[in-house]
């Protein structure tokens, strides 16, 4: 079956550092992406990844390592806003998006 | 600026009621999608449609149906609520093509309880 791991629940202190992982096995690959979602609100985009390395956007860079099926998310210079569920996503070969169940992150001052 | 726009946002009825949330969005987007989301649980695909005039049954189709008419409107029917349909619904939308990654554009969710 497919399968989007990553850990429930993360804290972190504003202004650290904070990475969250993703492991996934699905039948086929077709880019990997990352959503950030606050509490009650919809998902929103937050990056795609569908060649191994690094893609860096701002506060926020994603990973990928597509012979491992493991990517990882991070935060720099986190701030209070960054409290939020950040869920992982891959495209499999049929072009579907199988979810991750997210990963709350919690950021303490 | 719009985007995508689902109704009702919040709505609670009776087990055995039919229901219809709608979904119009204004991005002239091929794909459009329905999931749902409940506590624990990633986002489960209901129903799709790559383009106007097809649909196709996602990961938990049962008990649900959806049309899709035009590119814009993408309605989701509930025949017979029960109460397992509980749950935030969320509409979603795609480009699809040219140098699109894909990524989807959320509407605001509906929260529906199924009492």
């Known amino acids: 079956g497919q399968n989007i791991d990553q850990p429930t629940e993360m804290t972190a202190t504003e202004g650290a550092i904070v990475q969250i992982n993703c492991t996934y096995q699905t039948s086929g690959f077709n880019g990997l992406f990352w959503y950030q979602q606050h509490a009650g609100e919809a998902p929103t985009f937050l990056s795609y990844n569908v060649l191994d390395g690094l893609e860096e956007k701002g506060r926020f860079s994603s990973f990928l390592s597509r012979s491992k099926g493991y990517s990882y998310l991070l935060l720099k210079e986190l701030q209070m806003k960054d409290s939020a569920s950040y869920l992982c996503a891959v495209r499999d070969s049929n072009y579907q998006l199988i979810w991750g169940a997210g990963t709350k992150l919690i950021i303490k001052p | 600026i719009a985007g995508i726009t689902q109704a009702p946002t919040s709505q609670i009825l009776a087990a055995g009621r039919r229901m219809t949330l709608r979904c119009t969005q204004d991005m002239r987007h091929n794909a459009m999608y329905w999931y749902r989301q409940d506590l624990g649980l990633g986002l489960r695909l209901i129903h799709y449609?790559?383009?106007?005039?097809?649909?196709g049954k996602g990961e938990v189709p049962d008990g649900y149906s959806v049309s899709r008419a035009n590119t814009d409107d993408f309605p989701l029917t509930l025949a017979s609520a029960v109460p397992s349909q509980t749950s935030v619904y969320f509409c979603?939308?795609?480009?699809?093509?040219?140098?699109?990654?894909?990524?989807?554009?959320f509407g605001e969710g509906s929260r529906l309880t199924v009492l």
């Open positions: 979603a939308s795609a480009p699809v093509g040219g140098d699109a990654t894909g990524e989807l554009f």
């Open positions: 449609s790559n383009t106007a005039g097809t649909t």
